[in-house]
T-cell receptor, first 114, second 119 residues
């Protein structure tokens, strides 16, 4: 089944404890991206990647890192999480490098930082 | 600075009637516009899109209208069904020719509108 998977789905952690949220797609998609969803703010793009080894900042990249060593994986790394990173995170991928094309979203990861 | 705005947090309509969801944008470099639908506990799913060279795109019950001079787009759902109840996000993206080096690849979403369709 063609899909975008994220792990974990739920995570509660403490301030400063490094964490990684994994994202994997099995559709051979070129484009991958991370978003966070917050009440009243909608979805905001954190980072995106249009190719292996190519990553770019979205609108809210502060406090996050990403890497794209393989086409299928795009992990999101929080080196020192803070409570303002408590949010619902979505990974997405698209066949084309242009985000104007349909993106397929994962089921989301709900992160709580205390 | 919210470059894509959905000013109505919620909308309630009766089954069978028309739902109109609105979206405004400020960045004139945006060339492509998309609508995504999101159910609770799921990721968003693509609904319909429109390029700035068009003013209307239709797909079954869903039609998106673009007024470039007003920097406004709307999504019409006719007829509305209870299964359409969800959060609707509009999104905008610059094309390569418009974006320049730093913004191509970005996708900017609005805040979302919760649509409730009553049976």
């Amino acid at each position: 089944e063609a899909q975008v998977t994220q792990n974990p789905r739920y995570l509660i952690t403490v301030t400063g404890k490094k964490l990684t949220v994994t994202c994997s797609q099995n559709m051979n998609h070129e484009y991958m991206s991370w978003y966070r969803q917050d009440p009243g703010l909608g979805l905001r793009q954190i980072y995106y990647s249009m190719n292996v080894e190519v990553t770019d900042k979205g609108d809210v990249p502060e406090g996050y890192k990403v890497s794209r060593k393989e086409k299928r994986n795009f992990p999101l790394i929080l080196e020192s999480p803070s409570p303002n990173q408590t949010s619902l995170y979505f990974c997405a991928s698209s066949l084309h490098r242009d985000p104007a094309y349909e993106q397929y979203f994962g089921p989301g990861t709900r992160l709580t930082v205390t | 600075d919210q470059q894509v705005k959905q000013n109505s947090p919620s909308l309630s309509v009766q089954e069978g009637r028309i739902s109109i969801l609105n979206c405004d944008y400020t960045n004139s470099m945006f060339d492509y516009f998309l609508w995504y639908k999101k159910y609770p506990a799921e990721g968003p799913t693509f609904l319909i899109s429109i390029s700035s060279i068009k003013d209307k795109n239709e797909d079954g019950r869903f039609t998106v209208f673009l007024n470039k001079s007003a920097k406004h787009l709307s999504l019409h759902i006719v007829p509305s069904q209870p299964g359409d109840s969800a959060v609707y996000f509009c999104a905008a993206s610059p094309t390569l020719s418009n974006a320049g080096g730093t913004s191509y690849g970005k996708l900017t979403f609005g805040q979302g509108t919760i649509l409730t369709v009553h049976p």
